[in-house]
């Protein structure tokens, strides 16, 4: 389900491991009333198990990008074809709204990701990664 303005209070109790942190609802109704920004949830049985996130961001000087922010699924409900449904859907939001080309990062470690991002048929880049975050 993308969420959207109009339907964030279908947005089900949240199972262990989809988000990093609690949701701020005054920070989801933000960010879901941007255009360009997409976000959708798996929810099985009234709870939800997983999530991607992302933007579109505008190139001036190219086509468009689609940059996936934040992607989770429940550890009790991974291998079950979610993940995949949530890209392909995020993907697919992505190409309608200009973009092309999907990026998204994960730590070198993340082993299962990284599996995952390959089975979708992505191609590992290597970057160096700077931020002002300095923890």
């Not at 993308?2 to 199972?15: C, M």
């Not at 879901?32 to 505008?58: P, S």
């Not at 309608?96 to 080309?101: C, I, K, Q, S, V």
Request: glycine share 6%.
């Amino acid at each position: 389900m993308r969420l959207t303005d109009g339907n964030l209070d279908q947005l089900a109790p949240v199972a262990e491991d989809v988000f990093d942190h609690p949701l701020d609802p005054l920070r989801l109704a933000a960010y879901v009333a941007v255009r360009e920004n997409i976000f959708f949830a798996a929810i099985r049985d009234n709870l939800t198990v997983g999530q991607i996130r992302g933007t579109i961001i505008r190139q001036p000087d190219r086509s468009d990008d689609a940059y996936v922010d934040n992607f989770g699924v429940s550890p009790a409900h991974q291998r079950l074809g979610i993940g995949r449904a949530l890209y392909e859907a995020f993907a697919t939001q992505a190409l309608e709204l200009g973009a092309d080309n999907i990026w998204l990062a994960t730590e070198t470690d993340n082993n299962g990701a990284i599996a995952f991002y390959r089975a979708l048929g992505l191609h590992h880049q290597s970057v160096a990664y700077f931020s002002t975050d300095k923890t």
